[in-house]
């Protein structure tokens, strides 16, 4: 089987119309608090943005001697995806921290453009209950002003993959496995696993919710009895969610492990029809050795 019929064949075609149903909600952002110099802005970005905020993003309350200040912050190695996040935005600031980099946004006007974005449109319990925290020193900060008190808004729970919320999370949360199992060490034969995975502490469940939504998968309970672990290994599920991947990008260094995971659910399909040897053998175990996402 060729490699563009696994691919691209109509029952694996991703769809927009699906990821354009309106499941977030920005509208206060884009009347109120959008930038002046943005005409516009990409919803499906601030959909991405707030998953990936979820996965990587920090909501912080420093009690500094004179008074308390209110931070934002996204932590990562990845300088591209900083500047980015800071580009579509169009506000907050990009800085080196030791080895890594982050967006940081601290500004009262910066901090009331992301109250905008977030509220009501965060998914995690988790991460709901460090917002509402951050949200009430806000309002505390803010009663001495002019400024109105912000309410926390409910988020209305609808299914993850109607919008590109899910592709943030999962450039954060998730991993794409390869790993290598013998069958006859004699014989010098092996197989491929091809795993989806996301590790979650305390949120059994969002991940009863997401299994759900991706109709596949199953949950593990770590060593831990409160982190579990959503995985998901059918080949038939995985181009199920490398569709919602095309049209809803990872936008992050993530989308290498993506493309190398996606060539060996080809190979692994096609295994019958083309034997692993030779050439093709070698870029089996190429894409083994170049694989960065081992569990």
Same mark, same amino acid.
């Given at each position: ?16 119309? #699906? ?8 509208n206060?952002?884009? #009347?109120? @608090? ?36 209110? /931070?934002?912050? =996204?932590t ?14 169009? /506000? ?16 009262k ?21 460090? /917002?509402? =925290?951050?949200?009430?020193f ?13 309410y926390?808004?409910? /988020?209305?729970? #609808? ?6 919320? @899910?592709s943030?999370f999962a450039a ?16 010098k #034969?092996?197989s ?5 995975? =996301?590790?979650?502490r ?17 949950i ?5 009895? @409160? ?33 190398? @995971? ?16 030779g ?17």
């Amino acid at each position: 089987m060729k490699k563009r019929n696994i691919l691209k064949s109509n029952k694996y075609k991703g769809s927009s119309e #699906t990821l354009r149903e309106k499941t977030l909600n920005f509208n206060n952002f884009k #009347t109120n @608090f959008l930038p002046k110099h943005k005409k516009n802005i990409d919803i499906s970005f601030l959909e991405w943005f707030v998953g990936f905020s979820e996965g990587d993003g920090s909501f912080i309350v420093s009690k500094g001697s004179k008074q308390l200040r209110l /931070f934002f912050i =996204i932590t990562q190695n990845d300088l591209q995806v900083l500047h980015m996040i800071r580009t579509k935005l169009g /506000f907050g600031r990009v800085q080196k921290h030791g080895k890594y980099f982050r967006y940081c946004v601290s500004d009262k006007e910066g901090v009331e453009r992301l109250i905008a974005i977030f509220n009501g449109n965060l998914v995690l319990d988790k991460t709901n209950k460090r /917002f509402q =925290i951050w949200l009430a020193f806000r309002n505390h900060l803010r009663r001495k002003t002019l400024n109105r008190v912000c309410y926390l808004n409910k /988020f209305n729970k #609808t299914r993850y993959l109607n919008c590109s919320w @899910f592709s943030g999370f999962a450039a954060a949360e998730s991993c794409f496995n390869l790993y290598k199992r013998s069958r006859c060490s004699r014989l010098k #034969t092996f197989s491929v696993r091809c795993r989806f995975i =996301i590790d979650q502490r305390s949120e059994i469940l969002f991940l009863n919710r997401l299994k759900k939504d991706l109709s596949s998968g199953y949950i593990d309970i770590r060593k831990d009895k @409160f982190n579990h672990r959503l995985i998901i290994g059918n080949s038939k599920d995985l181009l199920s969610i490398l569709k919602y991947f095309r049209a809803s990008p990872l936008r992050t260094k993530k989308n290498i492990d993506l493309v190398r @995971f996606k060539k060996m659910i080809v190979k692994v399909i096609s295994r019958k029809k083309i034997p692993w040897e030779g050439k093709v053998l070698k870029r089996v175990l190429n894409l083994l050795k170049n694989s960065r996402a081992k569990v």
